[in-house]
């Protein structure tokens, strides 16, 4: 990576770019992690983390490049990390439970915060703005948790997601209608189907991941069926192309 900075040999890419140039790039890399692991492709995920290691090594030295920190100082640092937030692990500390463990895992994080001079003014603080905003709204949720705030069960939750569903059905039929409007109520609506998968203890990225997944194998063997018949989807009413879709999901 040094080499490739090079200003005088180095690629002028890798030259140009910066922190936040970078970032997508590493987001997108962590996510193909996710998709060779969710594939169980071993020989992919040795590539991906490859990748994602590249990503990690990328800042490390533009980092060093302005004399903050180098990739030993990043290793050094997890370390360290690691090392104070399992005291159950690498000193005498024991915990009764989860519970308890996960509590003290949180107080050491706050306690790293404020050593910095991040004083918590709130439960929410901490909840980086740089996330996916699904995984985001699902730690904020969790957070409010902590401190009681939450639905009592799973029963308020549905009527809140039919609640939602009734305001965005009333934006799209208001004249004229107003995208901020429904940009406001869809935000709502997915922020309790969130609410749901956190109730549920179901991995909201995995599930809308299959969801996708899901989709792209049956429009794939609809399109496939279309060709073999001569029937291209582009050509069928979409009646038939949902009797399509319904062919296929029978064949599975």
Known sequence: MARLRDPERGCAWDVAQTFTSVAPYTIEEAYEVADAIARGDLDDLRDELGDLLLQVVFHARMAEEQGAFDL?????????????RHPHVFADVTHADDAERSAAWESYKRAERAARGQMDASVLDGVATGLPEWLRAIKLQTRAAKVGFDWPGIDPVFAKLHEEID????????????????????????????????????DAGAALRGANAKFERRFRRMEALGIARATPLEILP???????????????
């Open 72 to 84: 030993d100082d990043v290793a050094t640092a997890i370390t360290g990390k690691l090392e104070r």
């Open 167 to 202: 305001e965005v059905r009333s934006e799209f039929a208001r004249e004229p209608r107003s995208r901020e409007r429904l940009e406001d109520e869809i935000g709502d609506l997915l922020f309790v189907c969130l609410n749901i998968a956190r109730h549920a203890q179901v």
């Open 238 to 252: 979409l009646e038939a192309q949902d009797a399509l879709w319904d062919e296929v999901k029978r064949e599975e």
